[in-house]
Protein backbone atom coordinates (compact mmCIF):
# COMPACT_ATOMS: atom_id res chain seq x y z
CA UNK A 1 0.00 0.00 0.00
CA UNK A 2 1.22 3.33 -1.30
CA UNK A 3 0.52 6.67 0.94
CA UNK A 4 0.59 10.11 -0.58
CA UNK A 5 0.74 12.96 0.78
CA UNK A 6 1.09 16.53 -1.33
CA UNK A 7 2.59 19.98 -0.13
CA UNK A 8 3.17 23.43 -2.09
CA UNK A 9 0.10 24.77 -2.75
CA UNK A 10 -1.19 28.22 -2.49
CA UNK A 11 -1.84 31.50 -4.21
CA UNK A 12 0.38 33.33 -6.30
CA UNK A 13 0.47 35.71 -9.17
CA UNK A 14 0.29 34.98 -12.29
CA UNK A 15 3.96 35.17 -13.76
CA UNK A 16 5.01 33.34 -10.75
CA UNK A 17 6.21 29.64 -9.42
CA UNK A 18 5.46 27.23 -7.01
CA UNK A 19 7.18 23.85 -6.70
CA UNK A 20 4.28 21.20 -5.26
CA UNK A 21 6.19 18.06 -3.47
CA UNK A 22 4.27 14.66 -2.61
CA UNK A 23 5.66 12.11 -0.10
CA UNK A 24 5.12 8.70 -0.25
CA UNK A 25 4.88 6.02 2.08
CA UNK A 26 5.44 2.34 1.94
CA UNK A 27 8.36 0.25 0.74
CA UNK A 28 9.25 0.12 -3.32
CA UNK A 29 8.73 3.71 -4.10
CA UNK A 30 11.09 4.04 -6.33
CA UNK A 31 9.58 1.22 -8.23
CA UNK A 32 6.61 3.38 -8.85
CA UNK A 33 5.66 5.64 -11.77
CA UNK A 34 4.80 8.94 -10.44
CA UNK A 35 2.45 11.73 -11.72
CA UNK A 36 0.37 14.76 -11.51
CA UNK A 37 -2.88 15.63 -12.21
CA UNK A 38 -5.36 18.63 -11.69
CA UNK A 39 -9.30 19.34 -11.55
CA UNK A 40 -10.26 22.73 -11.87
CA UNK A 41 -13.90 23.03 -10.72
CA UNK A 42 -16.32 22.51 -12.97
CA UNK A 43 -13.80 20.54 -15.01
CA UNK A 44 -13.04 17.17 -15.96
CA UNK A 45 -9.36 15.75 -14.32
CA UNK A 46 -6.31 16.70 -16.38
CA UNK A 47 -3.19 14.91 -17.05
CA UNK A 48 -0.16 17.09 -15.99
CA UNK A 49 2.99 15.10 -15.87
CA UNK A 50 4.23 11.76 -15.13
CA UNK A 51 7.65 10.51 -14.25
CA UNK A 52 9.12 6.80 -14.77
CA UNK A 53 10.15 5.02 -11.73
CA UNK A 54 13.87 5.73 -12.83
CA UNK A 55 13.45 9.11 -13.32
CA UNK A 56 14.87 8.79 -16.77
CA UNK A 57 11.66 9.40 -18.82
CA UNK A 58 9.14 12.29 -18.46
CA UNK A 59 5.31 13.09 -20.15
CA UNK A 60 3.35 16.19 -19.73
CA UNK A 61 0.45 17.71 -20.58
CA UNK A 62 0.14 19.82 -23.47
CA UNK A 63 -1.26 22.74 -21.79
CA UNK A 64 1.74 22.88 -19.21
CA UNK A 65 4.74 22.13 -21.70
CA UNK A 66 7.86 23.99 -21.52
CA UNK A 67 6.42 25.59 -17.82
CA UNK A 68 6.18 22.80 -15.86
CA UNK A 69 9.20 20.21 -14.20
CA UNK A 70 8.38 16.93 -13.12
CA UNK A 71 11.17 15.47 -11.05
CA UNK A 72 11.94 12.49 -8.01
CA UNK A 73 14.32 11.58 -5.43
CA UNK A 74 14.00 8.51 -4.91
CA UNK A 75 15.89 8.83 -1.70
CA UNK A 76 13.36 10.42 -0.24
CA UNK A 77 10.50 9.04 -1.75
CA UNK A 78 9.47 12.67 -2.93
CA UNK A 79 8.13 13.68 -6.20
CA UNK A 80 8.58 17.20 -7.19
CA UNK A 81 6.43 19.39 -10.01
CA UNK A 82 7.94 22.84 -10.34
CA UNK A 83 5.80 25.46 -12.06
CA UNK A 84 7.06 28.10 -13.61
CA UNK A 85 4.90 31.14 -15.57
CA UNK A 86 2.06 30.48 -13.98
CA UNK A 87 -1.46 31.64 -15.55
CA UNK A 88 -4.78 31.96 -14.09
CA UNK A 89 -6.03 28.53 -15.74
CA UNK A 90 -3.40 26.30 -13.95
CA UNK A 91 -5.76 27.18 -11.04
CA UNK A 92 -6.92 24.16 -9.64
CA UNK A 93 -6.74 21.20 -7.12
CA UNK A 94 -3.28 19.15 -7.83
CA UNK A 95 -3.29 15.59 -7.60
CA UNK A 96 -0.48 13.23 -6.97
CA UNK A 97 -0.50 10.03 -8.65
CA UNK A 98 1.58 6.44 -8.34
CA UNK A 99 0.59 3.01 -10.54
CA UNK A 100 1.95 -0.07 -9.00
CA UNK A 101 5.20 -1.39 -10.83
CA UNK A 102 5.11 -1.30 -14.81
CA UNK A 103 7.31 -3.20 -17.15
CA UNK A 104 10.38 -1.65 -17.83
CA UNK A 105 9.44 -1.36 -21.55
CA UNK A 106 6.43 0.37 -20.78
CA UNK A 107 6.91 4.11 -21.26
CA UNK A 108 5.45 6.85 -19.10
CA UNK A 109 3.37 8.48 -21.87
CA UNK A 110 1.29 4.77 -21.93
CA UNK A 111 1.19 4.16 -17.95
CA UNK A 112 -0.09 7.91 -17.63
CA UNK A 113 -3.30 6.92 -19.90
CA UNK A 114 -4.20 4.32 -17.38
CA UNK A 115 -5.95 5.00 -14.48
CA UNK A 116 -3.76 5.45 -11.21
CA UNK A 117 -3.42 3.09 -8.09
CA UNK A 118 -2.93 5.51 -5.82
CA UNK A 119 -4.09 9.30 -5.22
CA UNK A 120 -3.38 11.84 -3.07
CA UNK A 121 -5.56 14.03 -1.16
CA UNK A 122 -4.62 16.85 -3.65
CA UNK A 123 -3.40 20.26 -3.15
CA UNK A 124 -4.80 23.71 -4.15
CA UNK A 125 -3.58 25.74 -6.44
CA UNK A 126 -4.70 29.23 -6.93
CA UNK A 127 -3.04 31.51 -9.40
CA UNK A 128 -4.23 35.67 -9.09
CA UNK A 129 -4.41 37.56 -12.72
Known amino acids: QVQLVESGGGLVQAGGSLRLSCAAS????????MGWFRQAPGKEREFVAG????????SYGNSVKDRFTISRDNAKNTVYLQMNSLKPEDTAVYYC??????????????????????WGQGTQVTVSS
Open 97 to 118: AAWKPTPRWENIARTTTKMADY
Open 26 to 33: GSAFSNYP
Open 51 to 58: IKWSGGST
